[in-house]
Every structure is written in C-alpha cells, then in structure tokens.
C-alpha cells in the first residue's frame, strides 16, 4: 500500500490488527515511555495514545517495533529499492531484464520532490501544544525523537542540495525559552553541521525546518546513511512511491505530508543541552550545543505525533538498521574492494563495534597467511562515511569464515587464529561517536583494529581455568570459549601482574568488569559493557605487553570495562 500520510498507515495497522488503541489519559511525562518499553519488550503492536495529558494530539508509537512490521509498511518499496541500488551496482543488469529496468525507471521518477501550494490543512500553533514527551527520569525535558530536520547548504541552496537527518530536538527545558527555542544535538559527521559551518562563514542565518510524522518512509528516510551529493528527499519519494511534497513558506521549506513542522533559524551562539537517554544505553549528558530559534510551528488537521523511545539495544530503532541491510544488500561492500560483509553490532550500541570478513590476496604463493589485504580494507572501512566512528573493528579472513552474524562464532573464530604479538592496531587520538563516554573528552578517543588471518593455532578453553588470586577479585567466569570476565577491586595492574604468572595457554581475551556474573549471563551483556565502557587506548593493558618499533604487542590483552568516574550513567527507570 502507499501511504500519502502517517495517518493512512496507522489506518493500514489497525485493519491488520497490528495496533492497540489506548483510550486512557496517558501522562507524557515518563509513563508514556513506560507503556512503550513495556509493548515493546514483548514484540507487541504499534501504540495509538488518544488521550495524551497537556495536549489535543494524539500520539503514536512502535511503529517499526518488530522486524515484520518494518516489512509490512515498506512492502511495495523494498524490492524496488534494492533493484533500484542492485543497478547502480551493477548496471549491465539493466540489459539482461529491460522490462523489469523500465518499470523502476518510471518509479525512480518519485526521487524528483515536486513543489506546491502551502497546505490549507495546515494551521499555526505552539511549540507547547504538543505532547511534551519526556522518556527517561534524568532527561533534561522533553524532546522529539523522530525528527526530520531539514537544512540547505547556503553556498549550493535549493533543495537538490539539502540534508535531512535524524538530529534529537530538546522542546523543553534547561535555558531554553519556552516556545521560542529549541535545542538541536547533532552528532559528528552529520551533513547538517557542513550546513551550519558554511553559513557561519558568511555570518548568515541558517534556516532550518523540522518535519515530524508524514508517510513513514520520510522518518526512515531521515536516518537512511546515502552518499553526501545525495538528498534523502530523493530517498524518500522513491520508499514512499510517492514524490516528495514541499512548499516555501516565508523563505522556509515546509514538508506538504508532515504532521507537524517546525521553523527556525539556528543560533550563532549555544545553549546547554541535555542529559538524554540515548541508544547505548546511558545518558548523554549536558554539552553546549546549537539551538533553534524558532519562527512558527505547524500542524496540519488531524495530526498524529511520532515518538519512539530509545534505550540500551535492541530498542525499536534498532529496525532502522535491520532495514537499512535489507535494502541496500552489499552496496557498501561495493564500495570497499575485498570486504565481503560487515557487521555495525547492534547489542553494543553499533558504532562501538563493528565486525567485518574480508579477503586476504596479496601473497597467495605464501602458505603462511598473515593479515595483509585485511589491513587495508580495515582502513579503508574507517575512512568510509558512518563507518568512520567504529571505535573496536575486527577483522577476519574469508577463508571459513563463520556467518558474520554468529557473533560467538565469530569470535571464537578470530581467537582461534589471532596473534597479539602482531594482530593489534592502535589508532590514538582520533574521532569517535559523539554519544560514546569511554573517553574523558566529547568526539575524542580511540581505535582498535584487530585482524586475524590463517590457520586455528589452539584449542580455546571451554572451562574456568584452575586458577588462583588474591582476595582483590572476586570472581572469574567464562563468558565463551577463550574468554574470561573477572571482577574485584583490585587495580588493572595488580590483576595484570597476578596473571602474568598464571597458566592461561587456552585463554585469549580476559576482560575486567564490575560483575563478572552478570557479564558472562549472555553474550549480549559482554557485547555492550566490554565495548561501550572501555577506550581501547586507555583501557587496555597486556600480560607481558612490549613495544617494538611503535607496535603494541602482547601474549594476552586485559580489556578495562569497569565503570569509570567519567562515564556516563547507566539508564534505568
């Protein structure tokens, strides 16, 4: 089906019993998000709040909360998206079926947005006339979780040039003025900071607008990771099989299907912004940022307001990047010579983690393989678009690799082959994601690239080994084959010289954590607390560690998970 609104596909949900209905008054503050958490949890149905306290809107959300839902909406597009990408990676494909090729031509025409009248439905309002959504009890105020905002580079305006992206709005709170202002958290490497920076040169305002609900293939269109030269206004008429609608009102682009949209110029000068629950699972906390301020808001009659509510993953944004896969296939495989898949590992919050299976070419007359190509293609990965933030990449050889999406496989597989004495790769001082608080300053951390290529060189240990240490730690567990969790009070570097004398022949990763049981319960909780509390420059230390010619190397390496003064709270209710 095509949905020309939010309204028609909340409509398509109910007709397939794919909706629950609640008629109470729901508090915008915190218990709206709980009732979310809750049907979330339990794969349950897309949620229509009708009666939200403070406000004459109704709401909805989780939407995109299960991986079949997310299908079902985008059931018309998604092949015709991923023929459409399949082409531009292989245009001799269009030779071999011209029927087919010629249709999505035809469909690839929604890519042009088409410009009309201002919207008669649409009518002016207050920024505190929506619902004031507030998801977790440190959150700074309330805040839009599914935005679109919409800017142009002043330097190339129009709207072939412009960016939508998916930037968390704070509506409420800290200093802001009440309806007149609005904080707007962007990330590093987003296009909108390119905007900003541009127009900031030129001491000229930055006009920004902000869409909210519509089809829902603009809100996922927000997030969709498309080359820079690329709208995702494109993007979102061809998954909505419907051109992209737009108007100019008072020198601001306003979304002709959204259900709310809001304008403003963006501040020369910043506000405090935060804390928010965010999607590795902690608070973001208080840091000057840009803020919006604003010049009108819209809503359109019978408007819907779209929320979701993000957390420690899998939360109901993690669909985004199951989609995201579904669509684009091996495009960015593509892109990167000899990478044959990747893995962004949504339990440890994604840009934390990435694993990727490779090629390994180079001396194919040397029986002994040793990771070469595989180094090249790690960098080449770092040095592309989002992909850039990964802050631990592991990398391995194609040659019976397991499936990359087997994370315990994998690992066992990397471990099996891995040599410390050569196989670790520091990159020092560098970028990282803007939400991750292993390191003690804002975007600055560090990376890790670990490569394994070649034969298995033991057997990993699929039990504790007979090991003793001093009453400063407490526990020892084995989350997976070769793998230790230990916790206690101790320093790293007493566990460190405790070790160094111990036999730990099977053993090939040992990680040193506040609660060594409840890290090694599932792989999950590994994933996220061994990759999002540690920064691998800071926090790692090896047992008989050198360095020899600027190269780190060791017998086996202690990743530092503990929590630290400067990270950021866990979230909790």
């Known amino acids: 089906m095509k949905y020309t609104s939010l309204e028609d596909c909340i409509n398509d949900l109910k007709k397939t019993n794919q909706l629950k209905i609640i008629t109470k008054q729901v508090d915008p503050d915190l218990e709206i998000a709980s009732i979310h958490l809750e049907e979330y949890k339990k794969s349950g149905k897309a949620l229509l709040f009708t009666n939200v306290k403070g406000s004459k809107f109704p709401a909805v959300s989780n939407l995109f909360g299960t991986q079949s839902r997310s299908e079902?909406?985008?059931?018309?597009?998604?092949?015709?998206?991923?023929?459409?990408?399949?082409?531009?990676?292989?245009?001799?494909?269009?030779?071999k079926n011209p029927v087919k090729s010629l249709g999505n031509a035809f469909y690839a025409l929604n890519a042009l947005p088409?410009?009309?009248?201002?919207?008669?439905?649409?009518?002016?309002?207050?920024?505190?006339?929506?619902?004031?959504?507030?998801?977790?009890?440190k959150d700074g105020g309330a805040f839009i979780t599914l935005p679109q905002v919409y800017s142009e580079?002043?330097?190339?305006?129009?709207?072939?040039?412009?960016?939508?992206?998916m930037y968390r709005i704070q509506i409420s709170g800290n200093k802001y003025v009440k309806d007149k202002e609005v904080g707007v958290h962007y990330q590093i490497h987003r296009g909108i900071g390119i905007h900003q920076k541009n127009a900031l040169k030129k001491n000229q305002p930055l006009k920004v607008s902000i869409f909210v609900g519509g089809p829902p293939a603009h809100s996922f269109s927000a997030v969709m990771p498309l080359p820079e030269k690329m709208s995702e206004l494109n993007f979102a008429g061809i998954l909505a099989g419907r051109r992209f609608r737009y108007s100019i009102k008072e020198d601001y682009v306003i979304s002709a299907d959204a259900d709310f949209v809001i304008c403003g110029e963006m501040s020369c000068d910043l506000k405090p912004e935060g804390p928010f629950g965010d999607h590795?699972?902690?608070?973001?906390?208080?840091?000057?940022?840009?803020?919006?301020?604003?010049?009108?808001?819209?809503?359109?009659?019978?408007?819907?307001?779209?929320?979701?509510?993000?957390?420690?993953p899998p939360q109901e944004d993690s669909q985004f990047g199951k989609l995201i896969h579904i669509m684009t296939g091996n495009a960015v495989e593509n892109e990167i010579p000899g990478l044959k898949c990747v893995n962004a590992v949504d339990e440890a919050g994604v840009h934390p983690l990435l694993l990727a299976i490779g090629s390994e070419r180079y001396t194919p007359y040397n029986p002994t393989k040793k990771p070469k190509e595989l180094l090249t293609i790690a960098h080449h990965i770092l040095g592309t678009g989002q992909l850039s933030l990964a802050k631990y990449l592991f990398i391995i050889d194609e040659e019976n690799a397991p499936d990359i999406n087997d994370i315990k496989a994998f690992f066992i597989h990397l471990l099996e082959r891995v040599d410390w004495n050569r196989d670790?790769?520091?990159?020092?001082?560098?970028?990282?994601?803007?939400?991750?608080?292993?390191?003690?300053?804002?975007?600055?951390?560090?990376?890790?690239?670990?490569?394994?290529?070649?034969?298995?060189?033991?057997?990993?240990?699929?039990?504790?080994?007979?090991?003793?240490?001093?009453?400063?730690?407490?526990?020892?567990?084995?989350?997976?084959?070769?793998?230790?969790?230990?916790?206690g009070k101790g320093s790293l570097s007493d566990l460190k010289n405790e070790l160094e004398n111990k036999n730990l022949n099977q053993i090939k990763l040992i990680v040193y954590v506040d609660d060594a049981k409840y890290t090694s319960k599932d792989i999950s909780n590994w994933l996220w607390i061994c990759f999002t509390r540690s920064n691998p420059s800071h926090d790692i230390i090896g047992l008989h560690e050198k360095i020899e010619n600027k190269h780190y190397s060791c017998s086996i390496p202690i990743i530092d998970a503990?929590?630290?003064?400067?990270?950021a709270p866990v979230l909790s209710r």
């Open 72 to 95: 079902f909406i985008f059931r018309k597009s998604i092949k015709r998206v991923k023929h459409l990408i399949d082409l531009k990676i292989n245009p001799i494909n269009a030779l």
């Open 114 to 137: 088409k410009k009309i009248s201002f919207p008669k439905n649409f009518k002016e309002i207050s920024l505190s006339d929506i619902p004031q959504i507030r998801c977790w009890p």
């Open 153 to 165: 580079d002043i330097n190339k305006p129009g709207i072939s040039n412009s960016n939508l992206g």
């Open 280 to 312: 590795l699972g902690y608070y973001s906390l208080k840091h000057d940022f840009p803020y919006l301020k604003i010049h009108k808001v819209y809503a359109k009659n019978n408007s819907i307001w779209p929320f979701t509510v993000v957390g420690r």
């Open 424 to 487: 670790l790769h520091f990159l020092t001082k560098t970028t990282i994601d803007t939400l991750d608080y292993s390191s003690k300053k804002l975007n600055e951390g560090s990376k890790l690239i670990i490569a394994a290529a070649g034969e298995k060189k033991l057997e990993l240990a699929s039990e504790i080994p007979n090991i003793k240490l001093s009453n400063n730690f407490s526990n020892i567990e084995l989350v997976f084959d070769g793998v230790l969790a230990i916790d």
């Open 562 to 567: 503990r929590t630290k003064p400067h990270h």
